[in-house]
């Protein structure tokens, strides 16, 4: 059984900083892209940025120069620095990983419950 779990949201006014985090944990093997998408109210889920296993890294075109993804390999985590926030980017904040868990030579893909940001004005 995997698990990923989200933490680091919140409120924060308009051209603040968030820092998400978010933990993958449970019978892993390897973890190959892990990344972060959001949802916005009314709007589909979008990808927000990807870090895969051979550090490639790719941003929506709306976060390039103010979200910066990392991560931290021997925990089993990703992370996501937010700077210079807008009222726009407020939505639920989801991890996503594609990850080999022990036994297996597959990948599946998981995602974490959510995280709400939320930028006022």
């Known amino acids: 059984q995997v698990q990923l779990v989200e933490s680091g949201g919140g409120l924060v006014q308009a051209g603040g900083s968030l820092r998400l985090s978010c933990a993958a944990s449970?019978?892993?093997?390897?973890?190959?892209?892990m990344g972060w998408y959001r949802q916005a109210p009314g709007k589909q889920r979008e990808l927000v940025a990807l870090?895969?296993?051979?550090?490639?890294?790719k941003y929506a075109d709306s976060v390039k120069g103010r979200i910066t993804i990392s991560r931290d390999n021997a925990k089993n985590t990703v992370y996501l620095q937010m700077n210079s926030l807008k009222p726009d980017d407020t939505a639920v904040y989801y991890c996503?990983?594609?990850?080999?868990?022990?036994?297996?030579?597959?990948?599946?893909?998981?995602w974490g419950r959510g995280t709400q940001v939320t930028v006022s004005s």
């Open positions: 870090h895969t296993s051979d550090t490639t890294i």
């Open positions: 449970g019978s892993i093997y390897r973890i190959n892209a």
């Open positions: 996503n990983a594609a990850i080999v868990s022990s036994g297996t030579s597959h990948f599946n893909y998981y």
